[in-house]
């Protein structure tokens, strides 16, 4: 294995209004399930999409638009950035079609999974977003939870964590890919990443308790992490702040992570 076996650097989002970031089979181990993709447009622009057999969380990275699913209108934004306010998202069930229309210049994350469920779209709200305040000291930071378990869906849980400049991340060091439910739910995880200022960087581990998966990865603004197995902690470098988009999805919707024993003494005191 090497980094390009996990590691997607960001396209230049000029090139296409759709870019797909990642889809199966991509990875070693390869995704089985999750897809992300980025909607680009401009203010006044429209874009058709179906889901077909999967689910999708349409979540606003900035910008404003609304979306017509079924002859009704969900408003979503205004979002001036990631960084600044907490986010609007829709949730799509699988075999619906619906347009998006731009009322402002905007960027959106596609989050798909393969689904059959039976369920409405479920607009999320700002004030429907929780947040948590994870960790301390130097590993203290934000998380949103926006597609939570307790919003219908099938395989997808989606959210948003905030770095702090020179803070980490996924820490101490966990996992989630051992199914012996239900002690152990196994997911597989993709992060998108933005930086602020944009020139700045990230890095990130991956590794096994044997370390025959032992990967660092130096993360840009738009770069994206598969993560089908192992301990994944990232550090945002000092002077810059660190966002990233985390999507879910396994056999069943429950996170329950195992923290390296190693590094578990940190949360304690």
């Known amino acids: 294995m090497d980094s390009s076996d996990f590691l997607v650097k960001g396209k230049n989002k000029e090139e296409k209004e759709y870019i797909t970031v ?24 429209e874009y058709y999409l179906s889901t077909k057999g999967r689910e999708c969380l349409l979540l606003l990275l900035k910008g404003k638009i609304k979306v017509d699913y079924k002859g009704k209108t969900f408003p979503l934004g205004e979002r001036k950035s990631v960084f600044e306010e907490k986010a609007y998202a829709l949730y799509i069930p699988p075999n619906s079609e619906f347009t998006v229309f731009g009322e402002k210049d905007y960027e959106a994350a596609l989050c798909f999974a393969p689904a059959s469920i039976k369920s409405e779209a479920v607009l999320i709200k700002p004030e429907d977003v929780r947040v948590r305040k994870v960790g301390r000291d130097n590993f203290y930071r934000e998380v949103h939870d926006v597609l939570r ?75 994206s992490v598969i993560i089908t197995k192992g301990y994944h902690p990232v550090v945002s470098a000092p002077g810059y702040f660190l966002y990233y988009l985390w999507i879910l999805a396994g056999e069943e919707r429950r996170l329950i992570p195992i923290n390296d024993p190693k590094h578990e003494w940190v949360t304690s005191g």
């Open 149 to 223: 378990e307790d919003i219908p869906a099938e395989r997808l849980l989606v959210g948003e964590t905030f770095n702090p400049p020179g803070n980490w991340s996924s820490y101490p060091p966990h996992r989630h890919d051992e199914h012996t439910p239900p002690e152990r739910i196994w997911l597989e995880e993709v992060y998108h990443f933005r930086i602020q200022p944009e020139r700045g960087f990230a890095l990130m581990r991956l590794y096994d308790d044997d370390l025959t998966l032992n990967e660092a990865l130096v993360i840009e603004n738009g770069d």
């Open 22 to 45: 990642v889809r199966p089979p991509m990875g070693k181990p390869p995704l089985k399930y999750i897809e992300l993709s980025l909607l680009s447009l401009r203010e006044g622009s």
